[in-house]
């Protein structure tokens, strides 16, 4: 098992920048496939971005694809979302997850393990 703790959210202006991270602890991280998902008020919530185990590959959504950058450090047991270019619609609480899976893993119900969330705003 694994358990996630994101940080590294805040309110930022529109075009600004945000890094949030996201500490595992628990089972070798390496192992896990990570990503990061978001939620908006009264909207579903929706696929950000992935990342393999090892790093090599990352995938991401058509909203935030050019904008947004997902990595990881295994060793610290840390994966970060930086986020530039910021935009109104942007605002939403940003959750990392953690998935057995291999490979490019998009959907919500393939990740076991979820942190708590940290909530990102974009002002106008």
């Known amino acids: 098992q694994v358990q996630l703790v994101e940080s590294g959210g805040g309110l930022v202006q529109a075009g600004g920048s945000l890094t949030p991270s996201c500490a595992a602890s628990g089972r070798p991280f390496s192992s896990y496939t990570l990503g990061w998902f978001r939620q908006g008020s009264g909207k579903e919530g929706e696929f950000v971005a992935v990342?393999?185990?090892?790093?090599?590959?990352?995938y991401y959504a058509d909203s935030v694809k050019g904008r947004y950058t997902i990595s990881r450090e295994n060793a610290k047991s840390t994966v970060y979302l930086q986020m530039n270019s910021l935009k109104p619609e942007d605002t939403a609480v940003y959750y990392c997850?953690?998935?057995?899976?291999?490979?490019?893993?998009?959907?919500?119900?393939?990740?076991?393990?979820w942190g708590q969330g940290t909530q990102v705003t974009v002002s106008s």
């Open positions: 990342i393999s185990w090892s790093g090599g590959s990352t």
């Open positions: 997850a953690a998935s057995r899976k291999s490979g490019i893993v998009r959907a919500k119900y393939e990740y076991a393990y």
